[in-house]
């Protein structure tokens, strides 16, 4: 698939997901053959007031490309000088997100809440794709909620202010999370555009990324929560999709493995006081359906040293 000028080689991307997808998170998934990352949603009015939480989301390792810096807000102009900040940093595309559902962030009039007003999202886009000579991308939801669905209107008119490509999160601003995703409305916007559409919801494995392509035609897939405590699962799509062979997950042991690996990641990059303290979501998603996860994530509840998460490993390789 392309996106402007730059070619994505694979079959699925890493979705942008507050707090998980950090650089650490993202290396490792494409260790396991992510094909495209996208950084966590950053404040255009943090970069604007040169925010240095803001700056350091955006920080990319040397193996991040392609690669998209999401900026989020609902200023044309912030988001525009917000989208030539991100651009500095290297990246492959700017991704704009109109689909975050949390109330912090649409109830400012940003992420989905611009799903309400897509003359404004139009215009947000036009900006941005002004202000910056590499690709401008959107992530869209299917609607505010089931009496608004409106992301084939949403997409054709990101289309005319210059988006490269669209990702369409199959599901309203009022579901959150919650079953069912709308493949339909993802297929819609794809025979509706001309630009790469994404398709994105509940894609858990080889199976669901291939009922995704089938089912909307979209040119890709993105993998959100399927990916937590489980980044090999862009290696079995992409086994799958090669050879159709289903590979099972990796062993206990090689799973804590990759669990240790990546934490002791997280603490390179922001130091073992905050990474321990992230971690621990991290690791309760590694255990998740092994013997003895209840008690064991009350364990990692606690966690505050690398030691600590290594005597967990032991006891989940040893029961």
């Not at 000088?81 to 962030?105: E, Y």
Request: glycine share 10%.
């Amino acid at each position: 698939m392309n996106i402007g000028n730059f070619e994505i080689n694979g079959f699925a991307a890493l979705a942008p997901m507050a707090g998980v997808a950090d650089r650490a998170f993202r290396e490792l998934c494409i260790e396991f053959g992510a094909s495209y990352v996208v950084t966590e949603m950053v404040s255009s009015k943090g970069l604007t007031m040169h925010d240095r939480k803001s700056d350091s989301l955006m920080q990319l390792g040397e193996t991040e490309k392609p690669a998209a810096v999401q900026i989020f807000g609902c200023d044309p102009e912030a988001m525009a000088q917000a989208a030539k900040k991100a651009a500095q940093t290297g990246c492959t595309a700017i991704d704009i997100n109109m689909g975050c559902p949390a109330p912090k962030i649409a109830g400012n009039g940003g992420g989905s809440a611009l799903m309400k007003d897509p003359v404004l999202a139009a215009r947000i886009t036009e900006k941005c794709v002004e202000a910056v000579d590499i690709p401008v991308t959107v992530k869209i939801r299917s609607g505010w909620d089931e009496t608004g669905i409106n992301a084939v209107q949403m997409a054709q008119m990101l289309e005319n202010a210059g988006a490269a490509a669209i990702t369409v999160h199959g599901r309203t601003r009022k579901q959150m999370y919650a079953p069912p995703v709308n493949l339909d409305i993802i297929r819609q916007v794809k025979q509706a555009v001309r630009i790469p559409v994404i398709g994105n919801g509940d894609i858990v494995d080889p199976l669901s990324a291939e009922n995704m392509y089938k089912t909307t035609g979209c040119d890709f897939v993105m993998v959100g929560r399927g990916a937590l405590g489980a980044p090999w699962v862009f290696n079995q799509i992409n086994e799958y999709f090669r050879s159709g062979v289903l590979l099972p997950a990796p062993p206990v042991e090689e799973r804590m493995e990759i669990m240790l690996r990546h934490i002791q990641r997280l603490c390179e990059y922001k130091g073992e006081y905050v990474g321990m303290r992230e971690a621990r979501k991290h690791a309760a998603w590694y255990v998740k359906g092994m013997r003895g996860a209840a008690a064991l994530r009350q364990e990692i509840g606690s966690l505050e040293s690398i030691d600590d998460l290594r005597i967990i490993a032991e006891k989940v390789i040893k029961a």
